[in-house]
């Protein structure tokens, strides 16, 4: 079956759309394309994540992304030469605004609206992933764990698949792992504080660090990163979810505030050495086995940050996800098209030793 995957995740940095031909557990990708969002698109989403809008706002732009994912699409697929009706399936995460996966009122709200995206597609889409596995008691992530396990798992070594999107996860992988084996957690930042600051000190010039060239340039801040690594978070068990609500512009203003006299360029390189130094403090506390890490994302690119984390796990190898035939700009996207994929022969997508949820369930909508 081919199915393509739409992940837009909490960087902002644009639409990826990967497209894959399924059976199975077989998986192999026929094309990958990411589409930036337009600057005022971005800010458009920022303005409504985890802050207090209007009804409208959100209304408007859930319809809007749709059009975007739509044309996206549409882009891959040209520029791959791929024919848009070999498709027979779309999976869409959508845009994650808001995300509350503890406590009592769990909740979590992706726009980018499933109907509008299959009436111009013309193609059966799987959207809202997460609610499902939330009312099984679960946190509605990470999902892409179960994917992880299906990809990467080793009978001879200890693995651990880690992504690095706006927030860092990982995916803990016991040799020989059955699925209840497998744990799976944000670590905390990815990209998220790293890019911000770039964009601040740029004034919106750039939106990332591109190659870490910026932060190699900086010394590391070692007060401020010891009190960053202070957070109870780091020392909390999994199951546990991080986002924009910890890691968004309230936790700039808190520990990076505008008018602090550090260089830019050695805020930046804390920044970077926070995000390598919590990945690496999730692996050795709760998976100190491991013995390769594989690694996708963007920050896959951000040879600062990839240094920092082989120097802080000095007895792990950390492999790039294309060695093992992941593109790793296109892994999370990947995942959508495998649990769309799921979801169609109505098998559970969650692992619940990954999310807490009470067991196994299938996930998502599906809009024909």
Not at 90 to 107: D, K
């Amino acid at each position: 079956m081919r199915v393509a995957g739409i992940m837009s995740g909490t960087s902002l940095d644009g639409i990826d759309v990967a497209i894959a031909d399924i059976a199975g557990q077989r998986v192999r990708t026929i094309a990958h394309a990411m589409t930036p969002y337009p600057a005022q698109v971005r800010e458009r989403i920022l303005a409504i994540s985890n802050t207090i809008c209007s009804t409208g706002q959100i209304s408007r732009l859930n319809f809007e992304l749709a059009e975007l994912y739509a044309r996206a699409v549409r882009a891959a697929c040209k520029r791959r030469e791929v024919p848009l009706e070999s498709i027979q399936l779309v999976g869409c995460h959508g845009q994650t605004i808001y995300h509350e996966g503890q406590g009592s009122n769990r909740n979590t709200l992706q726009i980018g609206e499933a109907g509008v995206l299959a009436e111009r597609l013309g193609v059966t889409v799987v959207s809202n992933f997460r609610s499902r596995d939330m009312a099984a008691g679960g946190q509605g992530a990470p999902l892409v764990p179960f994917v992880d396990y299906q990809l990467f798992r080793s009978k001879k070594i200890d693995r651990v698949a880690l992504n690095i999107g706006g927030i860092a996860n990982i995916t803990i992988l016991p040799k020989n792992a059955r699925p209840e084996d497998v744990t799976a957690f944000d670590t905390g930042p990815g990209n998220m504080v790293i890019d911000q600051l770039v964009a601040r000190f740029t004034e919106g010039r750039q939106n990332f660090d591109r190659g870490g060239a910026i932060a190699a340039q900086g010394h590391v801040d070692r007060e401020l990163l010891d009190k960053l690594l202070k957070d109870r978070y780091f020392q909390t068990k999994p199951p546990k979810t991080a986002g924009r609500e910890q890691y968004g512009q309230a936790f700039l203003k808190l520990h990076f505030p505008a008018g602090r006299k550090t260089e830019p360029k050695d805020l930046i390189a804390t920044a970077t050495a926070f995000t390598a130094a919590t990945i690496a403090l999730g692996i050795q506390r709760f998976a100190p086995a491991t013995r390769e890490v594989i690694a996708a994302g963007g920050g896959t690119h951000n040879r600062q940050l990839m240094a920092q984390l082989a120097a802080f796990l000095p007895e792990v190898r950390v492999a790039n996800s294309a060695e093992f035939g992941i593109d790793p700009d296109a892994k999370e996207a990947i995942a959508f098209a495998i649990l769309a994929y799921r979801t169609w022969r109505r098998e559970p997508g969650n692992l619940p030793s990954a999310t807490g949820a009470r067991r196994p369930v299938v996930l998502g909508d599906i809009s024909f």
